[in-house]
């Protein structure tokens, strides 16, 4: 990473509450092909969540704690803050001097940007200023939510544009939290109504909603330089797992989340 920060665009996507156990099925299905053409070997890493909701999730992913391999580690980390004792900082990890990796890459020269989708990035509050508030520049609009059933097509456009505007020199770390996976998500199933509500199969269906669209993400982040990009969720959720539902619990379905990072190559 030391050689990739400086040099390369970076990427942070998160796909909001997406499951690892979904997200498995429809890469080996065939069912993502836009998304399982750039995993490596075409299938997701299974990893651990830093946090069991969005807001805890990404304090910690800002603070370079990427959802780590399940596996016995240690795992060297990507990022970490400078610390004195810490095990997963090792020769290849960037380190910065900074509380955090937004504000670590806005004093390495990068242009922070990021593309808000569920709540805790709305600015409609106090608390959902907090995790924008880390970047230079940062983007909300109702389109973007959770509401809405164009919300990645929305988040595209606009990161299209942030792309754009940039001179062809300045590096730029462009994060986006995709909403679409997040309930409620009955919308992306044809035939499907209010009344029955969200489903693992609905959830299933976001992530297809977003495999049509993130081609263009992917060619905007590419189109000025090599871009190095990460790909993963927050955190999972439950549609009556053991009786659960919904996310900020203890349960695998929450906890296992799927993980990719990889080139997007620089396409003139």
């Not at 610390?83 to 380190?95: I, P």
């Not at 409609?124 to 609009?141: R, T, Y």
């Not at 990161?159 to 754009?164: F, Q, S, T």
Request: glycine share 10%; net charge negative.
């Amino acid at each position: 990473m030391n050689e990739v920060v400086g040099r390369d665009d970076l990427l942070l996507l998160t796909l909001d509450t997406l499951r690892y156990d979904v997200a498995a099925e429809l890469a080996a299905a065939g069912r993502i092909p836009n998304l399982a053409r750039h995993l490596p070997g075409g299938a997701w890493e299974r990893r651990h969540a830093p946090g069991s909701f969005t807001y805890a999730s990404h304090q910690a992913m800002f603070a370079g704690f990427l959802p780590t391999p399940a596996a016995p580690g240690p795992h060297p980390r990507l990022f970490a803050a400078r610390f004195a004792g810490s095990e997963t900082t090792a020769g290849r990890t960037w380190v910065f001097d900074t509380p955090d990796l937004v504000s670590g890459l806005t004093a390495a020269g990068y242009r922070t940007v990021c593309v808000g989708g569920v709540g805790f990035f709305n600015k409609q509050g106090a608390l959902g200023d907090v995790l924008p508030g880390m970047f230079q520049e940062s983007h909300w609009e109702p389109e973007f939510g959770v509401a809405s059933p164009t919300s990645f097509e929305a988040q595209v456009a606009r990161a299209e544009r942030i792309v754009g505007s940039l001179p062809d020199e300045q590096r730029l770390f462009l994060f986006l939290n995709v909403s679409a996976l997040h309930q409620p998500n009955w919308f992306h199933t044809p035939g499907a109504t209010r009344e029955a509500g969200d489903s693992r199969a609905t959830h299933a269906a976001a992530l297809e909603y977003v495999d049509r669209h993130i081609g263009r993400l992917f060619a905007a982040m590419g189109s000025r330089r090599r871009c190095f990009a990460i790909v993963c969720s927050d955190h999972g959720t439950t549609y009556g797992d053991d009786g659960y539902t919904g996310h900020r619990l203890a349960h695998e379905a929450v906890w296992t989340v799927p993980y990719a990072h990889f080139f997007l190559e620089h396409s003139a």
